[in-house]
Nanobody, 111 residues
Framework: QVQLVESGGGLVQTGGSLRLSCAAS????????MGWYRQAPGKQRELVAR???????NYADSVKGRFTISRDNAKKTLYLQMNSLKPEDTAVYYC?????WGQGTLVTVSS
């Protein structure tokens, strides 16, 4: 079964850091095209960061300089390092690969 499993969410204070992980099924051959999205209460899901099909990275303006997307191809795992967190970063974070979504992991940033 092809799936994505996120982990690493939690409660953190403003200015703190968290690292999210997304483990992909072994059947997934490439982590290109994978990314992180988030959905805050009452808002639409939005792109946070992603690898393009060519492997370049894209970031939402709101997280540039604070978040870093990375990957470990051998482990088939995608990461999102989040630093200098703000209350407005509070959301459910989802791992994505084309039409496939993970179950989401909640990040809560307290003020």
């Amino acid at each position: 079964q092809v799936q994505l499993v996120e982990s690493g969410g939690g409660l953190v204070q403003t200015g703190g850091s968290l690292r999210l992980s997304c483990a992909a099924s072994a059947i997934i051959s490439s982590l290109n095209g994978m990314g992180w999205y988030r959905q805050a209460p009452g808002k639409q899901r939005e792109l946070v960061a992603r690898f393009s099909l060519t492997g370049s990275t894209n970031y939402a303006d709101s997280v540039k300089g604070r978040f870093t997307i990375s990957r470990d191809n051998a482990k088939k795992t995608l990461y999102l390092q989040m630093n200098s967190l703000k209350p407005e970063d509070t959301a459910v974070y989802y791992c994505n690969r084309f039409a496939l979504w993970g179950q989401g992991t909640l990040v809560t940033v307290s003020s």
